[in-house]
């Protein structure tokens, strides 16, 4: 079942979510938007239908959605609990202008995409590889542009998948153990960055980290 | 040139072997010099045969290197290269298994045997290479290598500095060298030297010459790229600065040369620009060994000095070629290729002497010693030898080298050439000149002090000859250096082939040009022969005489005294000092104490410093300087992970609009 209209509709939910990510200085939201765009995202290999075995396209789905869409919000709210924060004070950069810099780091993707020469064309909508770009930069602003660890812990995931909707649009269909293996490491991650996020709030009673230098060499 | 392959093989087999666990370390300098003895044995048959007029080999190979084959070759040029570097590394082998016997440090003898052998195949494969990614990796190998060999004495904080100096100076050099290959082979689209175009877009092939003469020139060490080699000779065991001083750096010289036949005929600035490095270097390099208290590092400047001889030669010979004068072409290199073999030979017999001064005193410093000509007479006789063969006097092998550029040079006047050709000529003659008599005084000097008169300092062992694995090697190189002074005539052919392999003269325009040297080459070997007979007839003489006669041994020199001490005697600094004094302009000699003052002076003490004054005034603010300015970039450096993830974000966006443009 190739559906362009849901296949676009996912895209254009987690460009939303993404803006609402950057928006937002509520981390219990930002972390929900995570989870959203996860298990969207994780849909698209069956909605792309290119898969000739149904079965792995499914368990791909199934796997990812439930780490990305279950798993690591589950974590990381539980590490929100610990460590006793609820908001991002004070980023680096402003929320305005945090979502101005998505909406131009989009407007580059798009240009980018309407220009860059792919190895073969992407499947799926023209839209896929310019939203997977443009996920990729906000989880990189998301990572350069707060104070908090977990919103480091955040970005990583965001950067993660739009580099999952990068490679589906690019590939067509990651290969299955490709994927799986990028998933296991992103969960590794997350998991190790939940604990040492939670063991420096109880060192250091905050997590900024723009404060934790008192370990530099 | 498949027996000279293996014989590299076996040579670096052998290296690995001594580095196995479990050897008892004595055994791994005698492995290693199994491998070199038996790679010499494979390899030095061709490259004689090449030299003596053999057809050139070529063996190629694909590889998944890109950039070409791995493709080398053997003619003429790489032969006459090749044929010192078997012969001084195998006695040089020889030497140091005596040499390191007592060394304390019996644990890494393996690594120093296997940087040896190491060492030894990265220059073969050095000039056997003809391909411009196998040359550089043979070229890095021999740095390495030859930096730990130098470092092999690492607890001593000199040697460390030494060490890095030489590391830092010889990469830097590389990195010209790294330029001039992308250069050639981005234009050729192979880094094969067979294709190298002589003319590469964006730079004129004047700028490839001054790319090749500033990375090769880091290695071969003349002025002002000779900063590492005072540091780095007397640091390292004796033996390996008889090989790096009499092999390594001329891997400098062969590379600038094949380069210069890569390019094309050259310009007729080329020449005078090497005519004048060479010069320059010359004087400077053997003004420096006479402000010199250590008899390493003295003959570390004086490489400096041998090597710009051999420079002004070549550039003698490039302004030939240039200005279609045969006769200036082919002395000018004949000269500056036959001083390559020279040097090699005469300066590794000087520091393997020197090797065996310092190794039976446990000293270099001039001051200390004194008087050895009594207890070292072996070593003595051979120091006389080779200093005498540095100082150009003849009949060694040092005189015919630059007696065959002074032909060269006056060729130019004979012929009514013009002026471009005349007067770098005529600079040669008088350079050559000026250095062949400071060459003389400052081994005067350094003989003199360290073998004759009384020993200066009692703290000094007394000293005692080294066993025959240090002399014979020593004899078989004074050897040689007699027997090419005496017939240099022999040398004749070879040095044809060889000029004519690079120069695009035949062989036989070459032969008339040398045979006409034959001549006066023939008389010069038999005034040699005359004065080693009249010597030797004085010597039978004064026996003769003395047979029946009381002979009583005393002091060398008493001047008179009623109670003559040995501080009495001359010292380096005083032997030099009208000579030091007269050019202090050029060597900033920084003079600690002074003159005793007054009617009844009190204790008064001199001492007197040269550092390198291009170390001091141009590298140092250099370096200063830069390190200086990288300091502004430590702006850069905030320290928090989200600037470096916004640098990589930016680095990323930027490269991807670059290639969308």
Same mark, same amino acid.
């Given at each position: ?58 368990? !791909? ?44 780091? !989009? ?10 020469? !792919? ?72 998991? !190790? ?25 | ?197 002589? =003319? ?103 490489? =400096? ?212 040297? =034959? ?143």
């Amino acid at each position: 079942m190739n559906h362009p209209s849901l296949i676009e509709a996912v895209l254009v939910t987690v460009v939303l979510t993404n803006l609402q990510l950057l928006g937002s200085s509520r981390l219990k939201i930002c972390i929900h938007m995570v989870g959203l765009q996860g298990i969207v995202a994780g849909l698209l290999p069956v909605l792309l239908d290119h898969e000739a075995n149904p079965l792995r396209a499914w368990l !791909l789905v199934v796997g990812s959605v439930a780490i990305k869409g279950i798993v690591f919000p589950k974590l990381l709210l539980r590490v929100l609990r610990d460590a006793g924060v609820c908001r991002e004070v004070e980023p680096f950069v402003g929320y305005i202008l945090s979502l101005l810099a998505a909406v131009s780091a !989009l407007m580059f993707s798009l240009w980018m995409g309407s220009t860059l020469v !792919l190895p073969q064309a992407p499947v799926g909508t023209t839209l896929m590889a310019p939203v997977g770009f443009t996920t990729i930069l906000v989880g990189l602003l998301v990572i350069i542009t707060r104070r908090k660890a977990i919103s480091q812990v955040i970005g990583y995931v965001v950067v993660e998948n739009g580099i999952y909707i990068f490679g589906v649009a690019l590939v067509g269909g990651v290969p299955m153990l490709v994927e799986l293996g990028v998933l296991m490491d992103a969960f590794v991650a997350v998991f !190790l960055m939940g604990i040492a996020v939670y063991k420096i709030s109880r060192e250091f009673d905050h997590i900024d980290v723009d404060r934790l230098n008192r370990m530099q060499g | 040139m498949i027996f000279l392959l293996f014989g590299c093989g076996w040579i670096v087999l052998c290296g690995f072997a001594a580095l196995l666990p479990l050897l008892p370390s004595r055994w791994s300098g005698t492995i290693a010099v199994v491998g070199i003895v038996g790679g010499s044995m494979l390899g030095l048959p061709s490259a004689v045969s090449k030299v003596l007029g053999g057809t050139p080999e070529l063996a190629s190979m694909v590889w998944s290197i890109p950039g070409g084959t791995l493709s080398v070759a053997l003619d003429a040029l790489s032969g006459f290269f090749l044929v010192p570097i078997y012969l001084v590394c195998t006695l040089a082998a020889f030497y140091g298994l005596e040499y390191l016997r007592s060394s304390p440090r019996g644990n890494s003898l393996g690594v120093f045997w296997c940087s040896y052998n190491l060492l030894m195949v990265s220059m073969i494969v050095v000039i056997l290479a003809k391909n411009g990614i196998l040359f550089l990796l043979a070229w890095e190998t021999m740095a390495l290598t030859s930096f730990f060999l130098v470092t092999f004495e690492n607890e001593r904080p000199e040697v460390q500095a030494a060490g890095w100096i030489y590391l830092v100076a010889t990469h830097l050099g590389t990195a010209f060298l790294l330029v001039l290959f992308l250069f050639l082979g981005e234009a050729a689209g192979s880094y094969d030297f067979d294709r190298f175009p002589p =003319v590469v877009q964006f730079l004129p092939s004047g700028g490839l010459f001054l790319l090749a003469l500033v990375g090769f020139g880091t290695k071969a060490g003349f002025v002002p790229f000779h900063v590492w080699l005072p540091e780095a000779h007397p640091a390292a065991p004796s033996h390996v600065s008889a090989v790096m001083s009499g092999l390594m750096i001329k891997t400098g010289i062969y590379g600038l040369v094949r380069i210069v036949t890569l390019l094309g005929p050259p310009s007729t600035w080329w020449g005078v620009l090497l005519v004048g490095l060479g010069v320059s270097s010359g004087i400077l390099g053997v003004l420096f060994a006479l402000a010199q208290h250590d008899l390493k590092r003295l003959l570390a400047y004086h490489s =400096v000095e041998n090597i710009g001889i051999i420079l002004t030669g070549l550039g003698l010979g490039l302004l030939g070629l240039s200005l279609h004068l045969p006769a200036l072409a082919a002395l000018g290199f004949a000269g500056g290729l036959l001083h390559v073999l020279n040097h090699a030979l005469f300066k590794s017999l000087l520091f393997l002497s020197a090797g065996a001064v310092a190794h039976a005193t446990g000293t270099r410093e001039l001051d200390q010693l004194g008087g050895l000509a009594k207890r070292m007479p072996v070593t003595c006789f051979f120091f006389l030898i080779g200093a005498a063969a540095i100082s150009g006097l003849p009949p060694l092998n040092g005189f015919i080298s630059e007696f065959l550029i002074y032909l060269g040079a006056f060729s130019t006047v004979t012929a009514h050439s013009a002026l471009v050709a005349l007067g770098p000529a005529l600079v040669a003659v008088a350079g050559l000149a000026l250095i062949g008599g400071f060459a003389a005084a400052c081994f005067t000097k350094a003989f003199g002090i360290v073998f004759l008169g009384e020993p200066r300092d009692p703290h000094t062992p007394e000293g005692h000859e080294p066993g025959a694995l240090m002399l014979v090697p020593m004899g078989i190189l004074a050897l040689s250096c007699v027997v090419i002074g005496i017939f240099p005539a022999g040398l004749l052919p070879a040095m044809e082939t060889v000029v004519a392999s690079f120069t695009l003269q035949t062989k036989d325009d070459l032969s008339v040009i040398l045979q006409e040297t =034959v001549e006066p080459l023939l008389i010069l070997s038999l005034a040699a022969l005359l004065f080693l007979s009249l010597a030797g007839g004085f010597v039978v003489l004064r026996r003769r005489l003395l047979r029946r006669r009381p002979v009583e041994e005393t002091v060398t020199w008493d001047c008179g005294y009623a109670q003559p001490t040995p501080r009495m005697q001359y010292t380096a600094s005083s032997f030099a000092q009208p000579f030091v004094a007269r050019f202090a302009i050029f060597l900033r000699t920084r003079h600690l104490g002074g003159l005793p003052k007054g009617f009844f002076p009190r204790m008064a003490s001199l001492s007197t410093k040269t550092p390198d004054v291009f170390r001091q005034s141009l590298y140092a603010p250099l370096f200063l300087g830069i390190e200086k300015g990288l300091h502004y970039l430590q702006v850069l450096q905030r320290g928090r992970v989200q600037v470096y993830v916004l640098y990589i974000v930016l680095a990323l966006v930027a490269l991807l609009t670059w290639t969308r443009k």
